[in-house]
């Protein structure tokens, strides 16, 4: 359950972050900062993941958290382009 809550405070800040990278995208409410930060995070992680294995038992990972952003950062562009935002 706390992983669950966790995930839902990074991704917040993660989304807040690309919503500052992005130009235009201030008018994205709470719910969708925290949905594509979630998200981002959950697809940069995996990327992360990929590229770069924590140590066992390591609380942070730094490839992952600048994965998380750059994977919201993407997201916000793809509906940004999708939905012309």
Not at 22 to 35: K, L, N, R
Request: proline residues 6%.
């Amino acid at each position: 359950m706390f992983h669950l809550i966790w995930s839902i405070i990074v991704g917040f800040f993660v989304g807040l972050i690309a919503r500052a990278i992005i130009p235009g995208a201030d008018h994205m409410g709470f719910w969708m900062t925290a949905g594509v930060g979630i998200v981002g995070s959950l697809i940069g992680g995996l990327i992360g993941n990929l590229i770069s294995r924590p140590p066992p038992g390591s609380k942070f990972h730094p490839a992952g958290f600048f994965m998380s952003i750059l994977g919201a950062v993407v997201l916000m562009l793809l509906l940004r382009y999708v939905f012309h935002m």
